[in-house]
């Protein structure tokens, strides 16, 4: 996809970027697609369709992936954010999972399902967009007046240490693969869409279900063309063929002013969907006036996710105005909010973001952020469900500790609660 002008190449990248996440919305709304709501099922009702079209999601991007790196169409090594880096943040992806998980249960859904429940009318996802959008924001930007960032107080001092540098991509194909881990890449790719394709196909159930089957599928060809899309736009800038990121390094060279020129080069990085940091990105945007070089992958998505869940809402006759139902309902969403745009932005994304995006690279740090928000999410659906059933009796530690037990990761013999 080659264009004379960088305007041209930018404005079809977001175009597309708009186009695939449009359809997005309205799919994941149209079938129910949701990652809390996967985990809510299995963990309380032993339910593992929307599991099953989670992991779909996660399959198909990861073989599509696979082939595209294979076929020399696609190039992950300078991706935004950098999922491959070589640095694994351990500290950062865990904490950041478990906070997100947590999060997100609190506050009713994921970043994707935020978005979604925006176009459909809930007034509630408002509270909580705009509260991850500022807290997302700041976590990588500057207080006003000031140099610090709430990640640089916060968490860099001590997070930092504790990562490990594996001193090559830290994606699974290059860990076991060698100096040319390209072949290793697609053999792992292909063996482990296989592995995952049969666990998820082999339930009767699931492939019963054309909506779970629909929205995973849905959710991962978005991931893979999005990565496709801002992987292969160029510009023939006389000859010479560049990325859109490498036109902007080479901006004063080959440009005529500054007129357009986007506000961050990072931003124009081959990537694919990932919803925090972008609702950051998108409140700064409308903050700004509007101002055209702030536009960026991450505003355009979270505006179509928004309007594709809004059409099908408008065209299933769905759309509802939903508010708070009470003053309990408001501190969870808000307190969720917080988790969500704090540990969203330190895990390096969301459940779509490091749980589909970054798992289609199969870079460590994006799978242990994955257990990390799977687990955070069914651990608070554990202590909301004792408190709720025991009441006084069921303190969070006491709640917490059976939880663990509930799934496997204690003995039962530290069992603090009766099993329901």
Known sequence: MSFESFFEAQSFMLWAVFIIALVMGAVVNKTNFCTMGAVSDFVNMGDTGRLRAWLLAMAVAILGVTLLEYAGLLNLSGSFPPYRNSNIVLAENILGGLMFGVGMTLASGCGN???????????????????????????????????????????????????????????????VGGSEPSAMRLIVGVVVFLAMGHFIFKSKEFRSSADNMIGGAVVGLAVLAAWFVSGNVIVDADGEILSLQQYYNQWDMLADSDAGKPAAGAMLATQSYTFINPMGQALNYLAGGLDGSLMTFGVVAVFGVVTGSLIWSLISRSFRIEWFSSASDV??????????????????????????TGISTLAVGSILTFGAIFLGSALTMKIQYYKMVYEDEATVMKSLITGLVDLKLLPKSMRKLDAI
Do not use: E
């Not at 996802?125 to 709430?150: Q, R, W």
């Open 331 to 356: 501190a969870n969403h808000v307190i969720g909010a917080v988790l969500m745009g704090i540990g969203g932005t330190l895990a390096m994304g969301c459940t779509i973001g490091q749980a589909v």
């Open 113 to 175: 399902k935020c978005l979604v429940r925006i176009g459909g009318g809930n007034i509630k996802s408002i509270i909580v967009f705009l509260i991850v959008g500022v807290l997302a924001y700041f976590m990588i930007n500057p207080f006003p007046g000031s140099d610090k960032t709430i990640y640089s107080v916060l968490f860099y001092g001590w997070t930092s240490p504790m990562s490990v540098d594996v001193l090559k991509p830290q994606d699974i194909g290059s860990l």
